[in-house]
Each structure stands twice: as structure tokens, then as C-alpha cells.
């Protein structure tokens, strides 16, 4: 059927007429006969067996019965009336009951001949009956497309109230294959298809409609899965391809001296297997002639900042600056001291650039970036203002990626007259299966194993009446030499109460950790920004045993004397949250601990969070489960949940698939990226199509 035919108003379809369009329009957004043959049933009904009335249980199951009305009655009850038929077969009687529309139905009932009904069976004073039952004749029933397993679609409250029934929408689809001859045609190249052995366009629309046996209709859904997989990347690769092309970036060719001297003589420990990848697809980026624009994923503690290290140091041997930018002061400060070391052995000019820095120095450093003397620039935001002028920006580095916005990356691309190299470090992971369907303008590269030696955290969960205990912990471990962070939940619309919690928590902490032995620091969103890093560089010191604090310790400090992790009513906090703070410990040499405290009223979901973090300490095992119970929607946040419109795929469930579409997607484009080799005739004509009819944009925010 050619495609014109299925851009047809949905109108137009016999049975449905302007009143049903309408409906059609505005709850399941069907405007074409198109939009119709893409509606996908959520689930089907096994209508394979026919049960005998004599058969019936008491399970309140739903099932399929062939027999005949031999009588039919209304009964007046207090509220309302209720039509009741006496439906029989060989075996035995039953009743079918309707409290809606009676007259409709009695009128178009017919008495003594046999039907096939389908429904939810009651057991209802002493005799089984079904109320409002799916009923068909059986010459109908035998004649028609409809199949034992039956599609059940979408609906809605509106729609089943005015009449428009899964069995309407039903034949709808049976008469839009009537008309089309159920002939479609092929939206995937024969290649394709026979290395995957996958059903053919045709066969695969007939079954997820009418599905003719269970192999058939896990077939079809197969396809068409990985059908409407397969688009959404070539889009978002296309997408990827096309800014390459189009943005020229420096093209660094050389690994020189400082890379080598680096690596040769001062790399203080061998690097993971991990990391020698990361730094190899880094490089391969820099020396090709397009621009970089890199996710570098990797959990706490996994080793980003050497791979940051080695690749500026990429972009000085070819003659360029690099920078780096962190979201906070502390972490800026923690960047340069880190660096300061390797640069002095190498002799190469760092300087730090933060919003305390005073003038005289910013001066410098302004001078130094315009005349080319300053190699590496560290800072916080302050690296984004006007007056920060590179002399030849080659690479610029963000770490904790989630504290800036698109906006500030995009900030960084103009402080050149070409756009630098981008790498954009997170701790945060993103299961692989969203990175790969959201992040299509940006390269993935993912840390996932630590350096040797590192270990694991020991998490326990803890009810609120066993405080004491764990205090008695938190002495033993200060004792030995280690410090403490107790950490409450900052929730904005209790923000008052939040507060007052802290207070309290930080009052009775203070009680039960007396001076002079003990010494108590806190930290909180209302405090100065001089205050806050003041208390923050106490306990970075060593000069106060316990950090009590609201979330703000949450991104990347490194204490690695701070072995106990405390998380006050952790049920209040998301699995993403609750393993970045955690990340917090277990950065030194010795045992760490987190400590997860509830009350006795738990969700199932907060069980379940709770359950995860004490069983593993595998940030994407962690971020897989935080996708299932919270939905891709959420984790993303609104702005990209359009992209998980998915019709048929499951972005979680269907991740295999996913990642086959992926390569597909990507070795069709690779190897013909304008899709102009006749064999992708089929997939650029789709390809035309989903743009034109805007179908593939839905998807893409
Ligand atoms: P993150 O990925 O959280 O930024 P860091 O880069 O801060 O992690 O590294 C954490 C610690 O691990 C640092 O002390 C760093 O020196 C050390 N480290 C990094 N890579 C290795 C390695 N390959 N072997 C041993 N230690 C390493
Ligand atoms: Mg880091």
C-alpha cells in the first residue's frame, strides 16, 4: 500500500465519521490511518481456550464461553435497573449482567443463538455470572481477523464512556486491513532483515494486530521494536555526524613530551584498563580533524582526574591551553593543588582562578591566558566571565558535568574563534541504555572498573531506635583517628522544617559529642559562601572530627581521613543521591562504613533503594535500578522525557535490542552516510518520511 494512502484523515475510515475522529484526535492522537496502524495493543488476552460453564471456579478469572441467551429480564433494583440474560450451554447455566445502556443492548441482543462472550466471571447469589460481558456472535466471531490472542490498546476513561470499545477500536483495525489489503511496505533493508531474521513489515503489522500464534506475535513485537530503535539512533547519530562534519576542530596530531616525559617518569601507578581506553578514544578524538565533544563517565573514586591530566597535557604538546573547570570553590582548590605537583615536575605554568581570587592576581592570570605564558587554567565559573580571554584555547575540561547547564558548555565554545575541545566529566552515572538514547550529540566514554586495592564500603541500614548504638560506633571510629559526616535531607518545599531538623540532629550531636574532646562542624545552604568553606576547611584539616550537613557536601570533596558516612531518614533521598554521598568515604586507605538511617515507615520503592545500597557498591548496577523503579522521565528530568515516547520499545526492558539497533544504526551510516547505496534505498525513503510526518520528532525533545 503505497504511503499517501496511509496519510489519510482518520475520518475517512469506514466506522468512524467526524463525532469519533474527533475522539480519536484528542485522546490517543490518531489523525491518519497511519497514526491507527501504529496504535500498539499493551497487552493481549489468551483466547485460546473455551471454557464449559461446569468448568467455572470461583477465581474471578476471566474467560471465554461459547453458548446461547435462552432468556432475558430486566430487574428493577434500588439504584437503577440491571438487565440480566440467562446464558447456557451443554453444560450448564450462567448469568450475563448489565447495569448501562440496557436498552441499547436488550434491543440488540439476540435470543437462541450461539455466541462467543468473554469476561470476568463472578460467583453471585449461588449462580456465576458475568457482568457487561464481550460478546460476539459465533458466525462473526469465526469469520473475522480477530485471533486468540487479543490485542487489548490504549484507551481512556473518555473514550470507553462514549462508546469507542477495545472491540470498536478492533474493528477499526480490521477494516483498515481490509482496505489496505493488509500490504505495506518494507521500512527496512533486506540486508537487515535477513541478518536478523526478522519479519517483514507486513507480516509483523498483521501479527502485533491479530496475532496468529504466541511465536508469531513475539515476532512481530521483535520487529517492530527494533524497528522503531533502529530510527531513533540513526537520528541521534546522524545528528552526532552531522556537527562533526560541520564544526572543524584543532586537529592535535602529536603526543609529545609532556605526554611521554608524564607517563615515562612521574605517572605515580600503572593506569587501569579503564583509563588506558578512556585516554586512547580521547586521543583518537583530538588527532581527528573534528571538533571533540565527550561524556567521560566514571564512578567516584575511579580515576578521572589523571585522564583529564594526560589529555591537557595532549593539547600543550601540540601548543595550546587547556582548562579546567570544577562547580565549586573547594573543588577547584582540591583540582590545582592535585595538578600543582605534576605540573612543577614537568614545568609547565598553572595558575587558579576562582571568585576569591583578588585583583592583582586575576590580573596576572589575565595577562598570562592573552599572551600565551599560562598553560593550564583551573577555576569555577569564574573561568565562563568576558573578561577571561584565552590566547589559544585547545581543550576545556568540566567536571561534575550535572552542576552546569548546556548553556554554560556552549559558554566555553566561544572563547575561541574555534570551538575547543570538550570533555565533560560526571560521577553521576547514566545507565548506558539512556546515555545512548539521550546524549546524541555528545561521545560516551565510561571508567568502569577502580584502581586496585580499593575497598568496598560497608553499608548497613539502621533503624532510628538504634541510635545510640551507632553513635557508640561513631566513638570508636574517631578514636582511631577518623573522621564523620552526618548528613540530613534538604527537600525544597520543606525547607523549614528541614531546617529544623538539622538543628536538632546538630543540637543533640553536639550533646552527645561534648567538648574539648570532640569537635563539631556544620554546614548548610543558608550559611555565607565564606562561612560554609570556612567550617568545610576545618574539617578538611583535621580540626573537627564530625561534618554535620545538608546535601551541598554532595559533589566531589575529598577528605580521605573521613571514613564513617552517616544519612539521616535516607529514605528521603534518591538512589542516585544517597551513592554520591556515600562516595564521600572510602577514599583512604581504610575501611570505610555508610550508615543508612530510617524510621519503621518504609515504602516499598525507599525498601528497595535502601536494599540496593547495601547490597552493592556498583554506581551503574545502582543507577540500572534507579531507572526502573523511577522511570526514564524523572531521571532526566521533563525537559528530555520526550525522548522516551517510545511506541512499542522500552527503553529499559528492551535494552538488548536497543544496543543492536545502536550498531546497526551506526554501521549503516558509517558505512554509507548519506544513505545513497541502492540497498538503503528503503531505510533513506523511511527515514524522509518519519521526518516529513514529524513521527520521529516526537521522540526527540
Ligand atoms: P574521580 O574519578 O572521583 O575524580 P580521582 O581522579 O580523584 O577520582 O581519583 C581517586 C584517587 O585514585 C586519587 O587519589 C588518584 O590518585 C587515585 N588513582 C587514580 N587512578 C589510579 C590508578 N590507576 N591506580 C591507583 N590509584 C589511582
Ligand atoms: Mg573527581
Known sequence: MNSNFLQTPIEYLKGVGPNRADLLKKELGIFT?????????????????YYKISELQKTNAEVQIKGKIIHLKTVEQKRGKRLVATFTDETG??????????????????????????????????????????????????????????????????????????????????QLFLDTKSSFAETLSNEVLNELKLLPKNKALFNIHFPENNELLAKAQYRLKFEELFYIQLQLIRKNLIHKSKIKGYTFPNVGDYFNEFFKSYLPFDLTAAQKRVIKEIRADLGSKAQMNRLLQGDVGSGKTVVAFMSMLIALDN????????????????????????????????????????????????????????QLLIGTHALL???????????????????????????????????????VMTATPIPRTLAMSVYGDLDISIIDELPPGRKDIKTVHRFDANRLKVFRFLKDEISKGRQVYIVYPLIQESEALDYKDLMDGYESIVREFPMPDYQVSIVHGKMKPADKDFEMNRFVKGETQIMV????????????????????????????????????????????????????????????????????????????????????GDIMGTQQSGVLNLR?????KDSEILKIARSYAKQTLTSDPSLSHPANAVVKSTYAELVKYRNIWNYIS
Open 33 to 49: 490511518f497511519q497514526d491507527l496502524l501504529n496504535l500498539f495493543p499493551n497487552r493481549y488476552l489468551d483466547r485460546t481456550k
Open 93 to 174: 447455566k450462567m448469568e450475563l449482567v448489565w447495569f448501562r445502556g440496557i436498552k441499547w443492548i436488550r434491543a440488540n441482543l439476540k435470543i437462541n443463538e450461539p455466541y462467543v462472550i468473554f469476561g470476568r466471571v463472578n460467583w453471585f447469589q449461588n449462580i456465576f455470572s458475568m457482568p457487561h460481558p464481550e460478546m460476539e456472535l459465533l458466525k462473526e466471531h469465526e469469520k473475522s481477523l480477530r485471533s486468540a490472542m487479543q490485542p487489548v490498546y490504549p484507551s481512556t476513561e473518555k473514550l470507553s464512556s462514549s462508546g469507542i470499545t477495545n472491540k470498536v477500536i478492533n474493528n477499526l483495525m480490521q
Open 319 to 374: 601548543g595550546f591551553q587547556a582548562c579546567l573547570m570544577a562547580p565549586t570553590e573547594i573543588l577547584s582548590v582540591q583540582h590545582y593543588n592535585g595538578l600543582l605537583k605534576w605540573c612543577n615536575q614537568l614545568n609547565i605554568s598553572i595558575f587558579l582562578l576562582t571568585g576569591s581570587t583578588n585583583t592583582s592576581k586575576r590580573r596576572e592570570i589575565h595577562e598570562n591566558l592573552e599572551n600565551g605564558f599560562l
Open 385 to 423: 566571565e568576558d573578561k577571561v580571554k584565552f590566547k589559544n584555547l585547545g581543550l576545556a575540561i568540566i567536571d561534575e558535568q550535572h552542576r552546569f547547564g548546556v548553556a554554560q558548555r556552549s559558554k566555553l565554545w566561544h572563547k575561541n574563534v574555534s570551538p575547543p575541545h570538550i570533555l
Open 549 to 632: 550537613a545538608t546535601t551541598v557536601i554532595e559533589v566531589g570533596v575529598n577528605v580521605p581521613n573521613a571514613s564513617v558516612m552517616v544519612i539521616e531518614s535516607a529514605e528521603r533521598f534518591g538512589l542516585s543521591q544517597l551513592h554520591q554521598l556515600r562516595g564521600r568515604v572510602g577514599r583512604g586507605a581504610e575501611q570505610s562504613y555508610c550508615i543508612l538511617m530510617t524510621s519503621h515507615k518504609l515504602t516499598h520503592d525507599a525498601r528497595t533503594r535502601l536494599e540496593t545500597m547495601v547490597k552493592t557498591n556498583d554506581g551503574f548496577e545502582i543507577a540500572e535500578t534507579d531507572l526502573k523503579l523511577r522511570g526514564p
Open 648 to 652: 512499542i520499545a522500552d527503553i529499559v
